[in-house]
């Protein structure tokens, strides 16, 4: 008897109605026409395009009379074949690895600081957080550029009031390492709020219940971290790191607006080397071949690191 009724529950009911839903399928699809439209014109196109003018033998005076000549792999073979390529490729990848590793980690304390916290100043931090996020890029670029200016700039002021006379009229943006950091620290500024807000929506849903076993078991907060929080986690955690390796990989407005990839190309990354290609000496072949290398680099970390993810989340 048990087995029958289990039989019955299993089969599908019939669904009333059916035909009409059969013939109202094209909704959906129509819904979702413009954003599809929108991806192919703002993305799919302009990303082919750069694809074939990197074949191409496309200049300047292509641009302006057209009938670009095929040149093959010459565009790549130029490009992999000098030594100022990859030492911008080893300069983005360290650019990368220095901006999602403070990004994780900053995200993660403050996320786990936020249930900590009360109700009122928890409110008080994501409404900051809320802000920041929210201010326009180049707002938040020149801000920086104020706060590091060399004779009116506020670090300089609090470094030389705090006694490091040394950096009384500093010129941050001078120096390659200086004007690296600063980045650094713009795009962690930039990125933290949301990568906290996202992990701290993750812990709101894992139960209490298994926080209080842990406790009773004797774990530390670092074990209960380990044991409870981050498994449970996990896929949202290697979601926000393929999100941030991607933003911050492909990064252009901020280094472009402080430095331009200056001083002396000291935080020139792949994009914005790119982009001096094509515009500066108007080579877009070759800044075509760039932009290439650089969506097939960026699509080889992400394969890596999403099988890695997989592979774990399925053991």
């Not at 035909?19 to 109202?24: F, S």
């Not at 996320?111 to 928890?122: D, H, T, Y």
Request: glycine share 10%; with cysteine; charged share 10%.
């Amino acid at each position: 008897m048990a087995r029958t009724l289990a039989r019955t529950a299993a089969r599908p009911a019939p669904l009333i109605g059916a035909g009409t839903r059969r013939k109202g399928t094209f909704w959906p699809y129509l819904l979702v026409a413009p954003a599809l439209a929108g991806f192919a014109c703002l993305l799919v196109y302009p990303l082919a395009r750069s694809v074939v003018i990197s074949f191409q033998h496309f200049r300047l005076g292509e641009l302006i009379r057209g009938g670009a000549g095929f040149a093959g792999l010459a565009n790549y073979a130029e490009a992999l074949g000098g030594p100022e390529f990859w030492g911008v490729v080893r300069r983005t990848f360290l650019w990368t690895a220095a901006n999602v590793v403070l990004i994780m980690v900053i995200s993660t304390a403050v996320a786990l600081m936020l249930p900590r916290l009360g109700r009122r100043m928890r409110l008080a931090v994501m409404s900051g957080m809320v802000l920041t996020w929210a201010t326009p890029v180049l707002a938040a670029t020149t801000i920086f550029q104020w706060l590091f200016q060399s004779r009116l700039g506020v670090v300089n002021w609090l470094l030389a009031g705090l006694g490091f006379d040394s950096f009384r009229d500093y010129t941050w943006f001078a120096h390659g390492g200086a004007t690296f950091a600063i980045l650094v620290a713009l795009v962690v500024w930039q990125s933290v709020p949301f990568a906290a807000l996202t992990l701290y929506a993750g812990l709101t849903t894992i139960p209490g219940e298994l926080y209080e076993a842990a406790r009773i078991d004797g774990a530390g907060s670092w074990q209960v971290f380990g044991r409870v929080t981050f498994p449970i986690l996990r896929p949202l955690f290697g979601l926000i790191t393929s999100l941030e390796v991607i933003w911050v990989f492909t990064c252009f407005a901020q280094i472009w607006a402080i430095s331009k990839g200056g001083p002396g190309g000291a935080t020139a990354t792949l994009p914005v080397y790119a982009f001096q290609i094509a515009q500066s000496l108007h080579r877009y072949d070759l800044g075509s071949a760039v932009s290439t290398l650089t969506v097939l680099m960026l699509l080889a970390v992400l394969v890596v690191h999403l099988r890695r993810m997989f592979r774990e989340e399925n053991a």
